[in-house]
């Protein structure tokens, strides 16, 4: 369900939606009892409802301001048995500091016995919260050219990177960050110089997180970029 409008004369956009999905056998990729066996795996049922609204208004004839934000509630509606490969890895390792051999029985059953259940369970990468604000500043500098600015706000909230929802391993934080980006283009000329300012206040953020399946059950982190300043010049030709 949605809606788009056209508001004050056309100097406003306000476009919004609302959206209820349910999904049958929606794939991830699960481990099994058997060390170094798995593939994919079906949750039976899920749902996802959420909102999302963008907004672009002239403030004045050279101030543009444009808004995107959306919000996700998601959740596993039906019972599913799954094995978070992390906690098998650590039932594993125990039995293999006990000198018993990793592929005994032993391993199997302990592996097995972490099996749970994760209905009720947030759905993987899927921010609660996610918001992008910006301000556009466009003016003409008499016959020196034109000049372009435009700062950005970002916000990318928390999210479980696996239906499991591991509180050790599965819960990434969210992150706030600030870009700005000038640009200058001459009169009468077929190139332009931009100051680019990517982070600005050097927020530590994760962009994405791997949880080994296959192997060893270690975590990787992808970062956002640090804070960057640069300059870059255009031609056209």
């Not at 079906?42 to 101030?63: R, V």
């Not at 008499?142 to 970002?154: H, Q």
């Amino acid at each position: 369900m949605g809606l788009k409008t056209d508001l004050a004369d056309g100097r406003v956009r306000l476009n919004g939606a609302a959206f209820f999905y349910t999904y049958d056998n929606l794939q991830y990729q699960a481990t099994d009892p058997e060390v170094f066996q798995g593939g994919v795996g079906n949750i039976p049922e899920s749902e996802i409802m959420g909102a999302e609204l963008e907004l672009g208004a002239f403030l004045s004839d050279s101030l543009i301001f444009d808004a995107r934000i959306a919000w996700l509630d998601t959740e596993i509606t039906a019972s599913h048995l799954a094995l978070d490969n992390v906690e098998s890895e650590g039932a594993t390792n125990a039995l293999l500091a006990q000198g018993i051999s990793l592929f005994s029985p032993e391993v199997e059953i302990a592996r097995a016995g972490q099996i749970a259940d994760v209905k009720g369970n947030e759905l993987a990468k899927t921010p609660g919260f996610t918001a992008n604000l910006a301000l556009t500043y466009n003016r003409p500098m008499g016959g020196w050219g034109d000049f372009e600015g435009t700062l950005s706000y970002t916000h990318r909230g928390d999210f479980r990177h696996r239906i499991f929802n591991n509180p050790t391993t599965d819960e990434v934080d969210g992150y706030d960050t600030i870009d700005v980006v000038l640009r200058f283009s001459p009169a009468n000329a077929n190139w332009r110089v931009e100051l680019i300012g990517k982070n600005l206040t050097d927020e530590d953020g994760i962009n994405a997180r791997f949880t080994d399946v296959f192997g060893v059950g270690a975590t990787g982190d992808q970062f956002i970029p640090p804070r960057q300043l640069m300059a870059r010049v255009g031609i056209d030709f």
